[in-house]
T-cell receptor
């Protein structure tokens, strides 16, 4: 099974709402990632979890709060978002990159299309 | 800092034409190189990767890429494209010293005329 699943597929939320994005993988990967992708742009790294610990935060605003409850699950909690946060949010997983030479691929989920109104 | 450049933003080809998409990276250390593809409405998937060894790597769907270290390049090629190759193509790189962090190029949109 080389699948990364993400829910929901689409999410519309107001600026005062609190919502969460979910990601799951069953490949035994110990690194999981959140990316943000705007239309016609490349994915931008937001967070990296390695062995369920946050290892990279790319200076993401605190209105985005990641959580890794276990090695298979990754959440992104959203609160007080702005319209400019509307984007496709991608989750990915891989073998742990922090302990090797990076010679592995990242497997991406289909993404959650987020619209902030 | 690492960077990846894809000079072709939009490429339009007819079916059966040959394809070459350029990718150059900027990094002085040892790197791993990737090409990812994003078909319309689908998720990012790996086309091919270079870690070490033979600089000519073959990927899925008839794609190949050549790593030329002296030119810091990793160009993607396909001898004969099909309409189904219409997609966004991203070159990406990570380094041994920052293995968790993949840097993506800006992408090249490939449109194939049937």
């Amino acid at each position: 099974d080389t699948e990364v699943t993400q829910t929901p597929k689409h999410l519309v939320m107001g600026m005062t709402n609190k919502k969460s994005l979910k990601c799951e993988q069953h490949m035994g990967h110990r690194a999981m990632y959140w990316y943000k992708q705007k239309a016609k742009k490349p994915p931008e790294l937001m967070f990296v979890y390695s062995y369920e610990k946050l290892s990279i935060n790319e200076s993401v605003p605190s209105r985005f709060s990641p959580e890794c409850p276990n090695s298979s699950l990754l959440n992104l909690h959203l609160h007080a978002l702005q319209p400019e946060d509307s984007a496709l949010y991608l989750c990915a997983s891989s073998q742990d990159g922090s302990r090797g030479q990076g010679d592995y691929e990242q497997y991406f989920g289909p993404g959650t299309r987020l619209t902030v109104t | 800092a690492q960077s990846v450049s894809q000079h072709n933003h939009h490429v339009i080809l007819s079916e059966a034409a040959s394809l070459e998409l350029g990718c150059n990276y900027s990094y002085g250390g040892t790197v791993n190189l990737f090409w990812y593809v994003q078909y319309p409405g689908q998720h990012l998937q790996l086309l091919l990767k270079y870690f070490s060894g033979d600089p000519l790597v073959k990927g899925i769907k008839g794609f190949e890429a050549e790593f030329i270290k002296s030119k810091f390049s990793f160009n993607l090629r396909k001898p004969s494209v099909q309409w189904s190759d219409t997609a966004e193509y991203f070159c990406a790189v990570n380094s041994y010293s920052s293995a968790s962090k993949i840097i993506f190029g800006s992408g090249t949109r490939l449109s194939i005329r049937p």
